[in-house]
């Protein structure tokens, strides 16, 4: 399986300076890739411009082999990509139920049959179905928005911040689900400020520093190497 | 007289003088209450052309009804003007789409603060007002004919030969029975219909709309198209109950608002609460208890005042005092809508 979705060389920001500089993701199909780095690394920012909520002034992001750099977040969400922000990542005054409507809100049918694939992945989304997304824990919320993005059934699903906010035994459960997500041979990519746990579980780790690749490998490898252990993961 | 015949004269006058007037004016409130707080929660900005666009839609239908009467056509018992709405109706969706493209549009594609948007509303809101007066002219317009009630006071009397008589005028009844079925397909429609669910998503949360692929255009026709239905059957309604007079529809836009902010805005549900509720507060206020007392009140106690406490004049004031306190209080409304 190769390459799914990538930015290579990618410079540019939101109009000021560059935030970005000569910075290349890259997500594989099946596979979970993480992007870590310290605060203001430029993580979140990799993420949008993959998006396509940012201008970039030099690079190329491709979906599947093919050029996507001028469409919209939204075209972009329609051609595979998947995107669950990191905050108000669901509608809250909304049933969880609908929210997984408002996900299909593109397919051609109701989305029943992903709804049921769904829930054997997520079981509260079937125990709270009827329930104000809003009403959730901070764990069950997430879930609730992964799912939603997963309605569209994207080839890539992008991921800000997952675990943000919640407790650790919170998330190693949404690891784990993240994990069956990406055995159905979604390409996974996600941004953690949580970098020894959520490179326990990547195939591929991107470091970032001010902008640019600092280190990319393996996540074993990365978890094993010094310099990366002692400057970003404490130790 | 008995006291339990007392009783229920107290009971019936006070369901003539304020009971069915308030239910009746609540039922008006709420309609333009909702429409108000939909287009705050697509649009997110409070319209005070609302009030005007009322106006435009009842100008259009009383033409209509002109017209409609001068052929010899009627509704029978009902006003002609109910055969008339649908023109007023259509009229007012044409006018608030044409100021959405050539207003509303240009400040939404350079997404400006809220504030623009008011201040462009209320340009809307004058060029409105000009329009109508010169087009049906400022003055008291009566169109209602038909039957003019469900239930007359002297029927009433004669027939439970109480004291007070028990009147529901055809207006009334038919303001509060179109209400009722308004809401109720409004409700229907944003609960159970993609549209409706994508309108709520996208009043929920914009950016995630945007991300499920609802198409934003879409969203904001829809929700003009509904403010102007609701709008047209409120001022209509509160017409064919009262009369028109363009500064009347215009000063409504209070009640609405204060209605719209007390049941939380940006939600129906607490806009159709908060029209009754600024109604009742409004007529309680405003209603002379003199007679109650005279029923309830052993003789001598009776006091020789009109035991009002505010003068009909200052009737707007209510709806002044309900949107300070809910400002004061709990700027969320009831049902905890978005902040102003």
């Not at chain 1, 993959?50 to 969400?77: T, W």
């Not at chain 1, 970032?208 to 490998?217: A, K, P, S």
């Not at chain 2, 435009?56 to 006003?79: E, H, K």
């Not at chain 2, 009844?173 to 179109?178: C, D, F, N």
């Amino acid at each position: 399986m190769g390459v799914l979705l990538a930015g290579y060389e990618m410079t540019g920001g939101y109009g000021g300076p560059p935030i970005l500089q000569d910075c290349t993701i890259t997500a594989e199909a099946g596979q979970i890739t993480v992007i870590v780095g310290p605060n203001g690394a430029g993580k979140s920012t990799a993420m949008k411009a993959l998006l396509g909520m940012l201008e970039l002034s030099a690079g190329r992001v491709e979906l599947a082999g093919r050029d996507i750099g001028l469409l919209s977040p939204q075209e972009r969400v329609a051609q595979g990509i998947g995107f669950v922000p990191q905050t108000q990542n669901i509608f809250t005054g909304m049933t969880v139920l609908e929210n997984l409507q408002m996900g299909a809100f593109l397919r051609a049918d109701d989305g029943a049959e992903i709804i049921e694939q769904l829930v054997q992945l997520f079981p509260v989304l079937a125990e709270k179905a009827d329930q104000q997304a809003g009403a959730l824990s901070g764990g069950q919320r997430q879930q609730v928005a992964v799912a939603r993005a997963l309605m569209n059934e994207p080839s890539v699903l992008l991921l800000d911040e997952p675990t943000a906010g919640v407790s650790p035994v919170v998330m190693d459960e949404l690891f784990d689900r993240i994990i069956e997500v990406a055995k159905t041979g979604i390409a996974v990519l996600m941004v953690e400020q949580n970098a020894r746990q959520a490179l326990e579980i990547a195939d591929r780790g991107f470091v970032l520093v001010g902008g640019e690749n600092r280190f990319t490998d393996t996540g074993q490898a990365l978890l094993a190497d010094a310099t990366v252990r002692r400057s970003f993961l404490g130790g | 007289m008995g006291g339990f015949e007392n009783s229920l004269n107290a009971l019936v006058l006070l369901a003539n003088f304020v009971l069915v007037p308030a239910l009746a004016y609540g039922s008006q409130l709420a309609l333009g209450a909702v429409g108000v707080t939909l287009i705050f929660g697509i649009l997110r900005f409070a319209n005070f052309a609302h009030g005007d666009t009322m106006a435009f839609g009842t100008m259009v239908t009383i033409f209509c009804t002109w017209a409609l009467q001068s052929a010899g056509i009627s509704a029978g018992p009902l006003p002609t003007a109910l055969l008339a709405l649908p023109v007023g109706i259509l009229a007012t969706i044409a006018l608030v789409l044409l100021t959405d493209r050539f207003v509303f549009r240009f400040y939404r594609k350079r997404r400006s603060p809220p504030v623009i948007y008011i201040v462009a509303s209320v340009g809307v809101m004058f060029m409105l007002n000009g329009l109508v007066r010169l087009l049906i002219g400022p003055d008291d317009r009566k169109f209602t004919d038909g039957e003019r009630f469900v239930i007359s006071a002297r029927e009433f009397k004669q027939s439970t030969g109480l004291a007070e008589g028990l009147s529901i005028q055809t207006t009334q009844a038919l303001t509060i029975g179109v209400a009722i079925l308004a809401v109720a397909l409004l409700f229907w429609f944003l609960q159970k219909t993609r549209t409706g669910k994508s309108m709520r998503a996208f009043s929920d949360n914009e950016d995630l709309a945007l991300l499920c692929g609802i198409d934003p255009d879409r969203v904001v026709r829809v929700a003009w198209i509904l403010a102007a239905v609701l709008a047209v059957l409120a001022g209509v309604l509160y017409g064919l109950d009262k009369s028109f007079k363009p500064f009347i529809y215009f000063n409504l836009l209070l009640p609405f608002f204060a209605a719209a902010i007390l049941g939380g805005i940006g939600q129906p549900v607490g806009a159709i609460v908060g029209g009754y509720i600024v109604a009742f507060t409004e007529v309680t206020a405003t209603y002379a208890y003199k007679q109650l007392a005279v029923y309830l009140l052993p003789s001598g106690w009776v006091p020789d005042g009109l035991l009002q406490f505010l003068s009909t004049d200052y009737k707007f004031a209510i709806s002044f005092i309900i949107l300070v306190l809910v400002l004061l209080i709990r700027p969320t409304g009831i049902f905890r809508g978005r902040v102003l």
